[in-house]
């Protein structure tokens, strides 16, 4: 990615929910990249039914509680759906921003201009993935645990994270900008311990992100807005086997890696 190409980019995430087992690797890892205080999380993992994701908005297809299963025991069901900022191409959070604090840049990353965020929170009321949070308090951090690995970072001159944390700055999900811009991976999809995130362009024929969006069955969540996601899940096979290690046993069998490499 280093490289620069004359193609233009298009960035995609994929989210495999077959895989993915709820442990919140991913969401710990960008909390504690970007410094993101107590109360504050740009990434969360949602619980909720295999046939009920992610076709079915975030907020009437999840259990009310982590690691709640539906049905009646022992016939219980249960699935992940991760939940962040869909970086969608036709943003209702950029409509919605009275001062054009949000912006888009040509590859298709959704920011938010720190400096210029007056904190009104039209974006957080207008995003229908409950994907952006304004925090008003004083930022406050478990004491022992160190954060932020990085002051800032601007685009296109725009400073569009800071860990000094201006109060009232409608957040989200940033898809570790700093790090792609520099030719690495977001840390989610580095750190997830089963491989279940794919990042790449989907202009490329031969990206990953191309063949599990073509051949995969990968989609985006509620497409029926028309705010075309630049995230993609791929559902879970609907099938009887339901443990981790007869699932493993299952990928080993279909020569796909039991952990990300």
Known sequence: WAVRSKRPRHWLLVIDQDRCT??????????????????????????TAPDRAP???PNTAVAPHIDEPEGQYPDLRMTYLPMQCQHCEDPPCLK????????????GFVLTDYERCTGCGDCVAACPYGARVSNWGKPEYPAS???GTISSHRTEGRLVYTEDR????AEACILCVERVDIGLEPCCVEICPVGARTFGDYNDPASAVRRLVDE?????????????????YRPPRKRDISTPTQ?????????????AP
């Not at 201006?166 to 700055?169: E, K, L, R």
């Not at 699932?247 to 952990?259: A, C, D, K, N």
Request: with cysteine.
């Open 22 to 47: 709820g442990c919140w690797t991913c969401s710990v890892a960008c909390k504690q990249l970007h410094n993101e205080p107590n109360g504050v999380w740009w990434s969360r993992i949602l619980t």
């Open 55 to 57: 076709d079915m908005p």
């Open 96 to 107: 919605a921003c009275p001062v054009q604090a949000i912006f888009q840049r040509s590859d």
């Open 145 to 147: 645990a160190p954060s």
């Open 166 to 169: 201006p109060p009232g700055v």
């Open 216 to 232: 995969g069955g990968a989609k985006p969540v509620l497409a029926e807005l028309g705010t075309k996601p630049r995230l993609y």
């Open 247 to 259: 699932r493993h046993l299952e990928w080993e069998e279909e020569g796909r890696p039991v952990t």
